[in-house]
T-cell receptor
Framework: GQQVMQIPQYQHVQEGEDFTTYCNSSTTLSNIQWYKQRPGGHPVFLIQLVKSGEVKKQKRLTFQFGEAKKNSSLHITATQTTDVGTYFC???????????FGTGTLLAVQP | NAGVTQTPKFQVLKTGQSMTLQCAQD?????MSWYRQDPGMGLRLIHY???????DQGEVPNGYNVSRSTTEDFPLRLLSAAPSQTSVYFC?????????????FGEGSWLTVV
């Protein structure tokens, strides 16, 4: 079945360092969404990418959708302690309404 | 603006007991879903609904039932709780379909089955 994997599972950085998480789907996605979940909290929507090769920026966060629409990345420049949390990508399963989440990347930022 | 409201926030059950996790949204969203989150497993879709009277299975539906009698409410029922159902449960909703629309999550329900 369709799988959405993320790497790395965990990343520990010093404050000010950059961070990247990668999302890979076994099938082509019509769109991809990114969510952030703070420790003890619930997932919160960050952004959606739809077009092949699309790049979107939100302040220090840069999101990219691969040309083949099977992979995506989230890059954070100069991490801050407020960036701590788990970042999930998610994509629809085929042409259905089911949104399948990736395994997530937990980011720890040391001050 | 309440958004997505889940109750209870915490629950301890004994094996074999039944219970219902409540979920309500006030955004008039058609699409609602239930996820469970386990360490290292991410979020896994249990059941979802594209509108009142319509439900469908997700990735891990066994042991759970749902119904959607109104647009606002989407309860999740555990008929006979098992320790494997110890998890954090999130209800979510979005407008129209779940594909291509922002999903709003409730704050979660922490369930322990002993």
């Amino acid at each position: 079945g369709q799988q959405v994997m993320q790497i790395p599972q965990y990343q520990h950085v010093q404050e000010g360092e950059d961070f990247t998480t990668y999302c890979n789907s076994s099938t082509t996605l019509s769109n991809i969404q990114w969510y952030k979940q703070r420790p003890g909290g619930h997932p919160v929507f960050l952004i959606q990418l739809v077009k092949s090769g699309e790049v979107k920026k939100q302040k220090r966060l840069t999101f990219q959708f691969g040309e083949a629409k099977k992979n995506s990345s989230l890059h954070i420049t100069a991490t801050q302690t407020t960036d701590v949390g788990t970042y999930f990508c998610a994509g629809p399963k085929g042409a259905t309404n089911k949104l399948i989440f990736g395994t997530g990347t937990l980011l720890a930022v040391q001050p | 603006n309440a958004g997505v409201t889940q109750t209870p926030k915490f629950q301890v059950l004994k094996t074999g007991q039944s219970m219902t996790l409540q979920c309500a949204q006030d955004m008039n969203h058609e699409y609602m879903s239930w996820y469970r989150q386990d360490p290292g497993m991410g979020l896994r879709l249990i059941h979802y609904s594209v509108g009142a009277g319509i439900t469908d299975q997700g990735e891990v539906p066994n042991g759970y039932n749902v119904s959607r009698s109104t647009t606002e409410d989407f309860p999740l029922r555990l008929l006979s709780a098992a320790p494997s159902q110890t998890s954090v449960y999130f209800c979510a909703s979005s407008s129209q379909t779940g594909s291509g629309n922002t999903i709003y999550f409730g704050e979660g329900s922490w369930l322990t089955v002993v």
